[in-house]
């Protein structure tokens, strides 16, 4: 084998590595996805420290954040008072009558009303923003809140279509349009992860 032939050969791996499409990317680890939500539970408690505070995650996905965060907040101060609860969205949605196949909503679990709260909206990702506006629209029916803020475990920046923007973040990613960011939600709530994938699954 000549030295040129050695050369192709030794770089030939690589070259064809990097060729091959990656089917998905891991965002966020385990560990990481911890650490997150550490950093997200001590944020609210800084911002929010003189305030009544509702957490209320948007169904199904940004249910189950909710409740993770809020279990951190109570570990962190347990003298704090925090409502947490889950808000079903899908008859509010401007797309609700536009789909093939008709959605099927999730349990409302609000046992409390937003009245003059500060009330922090949680979901896994944020996309278009439309599922926050129908959000929005669905949680006037607990009252009228003193305030309404976002925090989102994925912002996914570039492809906002309303002027909606999160005020607690935990990773921005910047994908194209074509891709899908995936939250993937252990049982025991040691094995979360995200993955990002080059296209929606079926």
Not at 12 to 27: A, H, K
Not at 43 to 49: A, F, G, I, P
């Amino acid at each position: 084998m000549t030295t040129e032939q050695k050369r192709e050969a030794n770089r030939l791996p690589f070259f064809v590595t990097y060729l091959r499409p990656m089917d998905r990317q891991l965002l966020i680890d385990p560990p990481l996805f911890e650490r997150i939500l550490d950093r997200l539970a001590h944020q609210l408690l800084e911002e929010t420290h003189t305030q009544p505070l509702a957490l209320v995650g948007i169904q199904p996905r940004g249910g189950i954040l909710a409740e993770r965060i809020f279990n951190r907040l109570e570990h962190l101060d347990a003298s704090r008072k925090v409502e947490w609860g889950a808000l079903d969205v899908t008859f509010h949605r401007d797309d609700f009558r536009r789909r093939e196949h008709p959605l099927a909503p999730s349990v409302n679990h609000m046992p409390f009303l937003v009245e003059d709260s500060r009330v922090v909206l949680i979901d896994d990702v944020l996309y278009t923003g439309r599922t926050v506006r129908a959000a929005m629209e669905a949680l006037l029916a607990f009252g009228r809140p003193r305030s309404v803020e976002l925090l989102v475990l994925i912002d996914r920046r570039f492809h906002r279509e309303l002027p909606i923007e999160p005020q607690f973040v935990g990773l921005t990613v910047d994908s194209i349009d074509a891709q899908f960011v995936r939250v993937h939600w252990s049982d025991g709530g040691q094995g979360d992860f995200v993955e990002l994938l080059n296209e929606k699954p079926q």
